[in-house]
């Protein structure tokens, strides 16, 4: 509350017939202004909604009843990306890792789209093998990629010796260090 303290305004007159105007000093007690604060607070915490996570969507392979029948892929249908240093993609279609091919994150996909439009919808399945050289950005720029082509069956797989080997040789040559 507020309050008021009339105090004598002490001294005298300055001139002839010059009153001096009595000094008075007021006080105001915050408290319930804190109160009110707090309480404001309070209220806005417990009605705000949290963040929300993200997430990627998934899909799962269906359940088959035979565990060898479960993750077959034709030859004809598989493209295997594998991410290698300084944002080098090397590729290959089918199963042979010899076949390896170079792209850039500019130019894979064109091979994606070129290998997507060859192929039968239901057999297209696209392997990705990032090394331990790869970027965490380029895993996820390779896997923007597969939404952005609207790639509906994309694994992660972990790179062989032998295709880690096959890549060491190849960056190697080209002087990627």
Do not use: C, H, W
Request: glycine fraction near 6%; hydrophobic fraction near 40%; charged fraction near 25%.
């Amino acid at each position: 509350m507020a309050s008021i303290d009339a105090g004598d305004g002490g001294g005298g007159k300055k001139g002839p017939g010059v009153k001096k105007a009595k000094k008075l000093s007021t006080t105001v007690d915050m408290t319930p202004m804190v109160d009110l604060g707090f309480l404001l607070i309070t209220f806005f915490i417990f009605t705000t909604t949290m963040a929300q996570p993200t997430a990627m969507n998934l899909f799962m392979p269906k359940d088959v009843e035979k565990k060898e029948d479960q993750n077959k892929v034709k030859e004809s249908g598989a493209f295997t990306i594998m991410l290698g240093k300084q944002d080098v993609v090397y590729y290959y279609e089918g199963m042979d890792p010899t076949q390896l091919k170079t792209a850039t994150f500019k130019t894979i996909r064109d091979e994606i789209i070129r290998k997507k439009q060859s192929t039968n919808p239901e057999d297209l399945v696209m392997i990705i093998k990032p090394t331990v050289d790869a970027t965490y950005k380029n895993t996820v720029d390779i896997l923007d990629e597969m939404t952005i082509n609207e790639i509906k069956r994309y694994a992660m797989v972990d790179i062989s010796p032998q295709e880690y080997q096959l890549i060491q040789i190849t960056e190697a040559a080209a002087g990627i260090k």
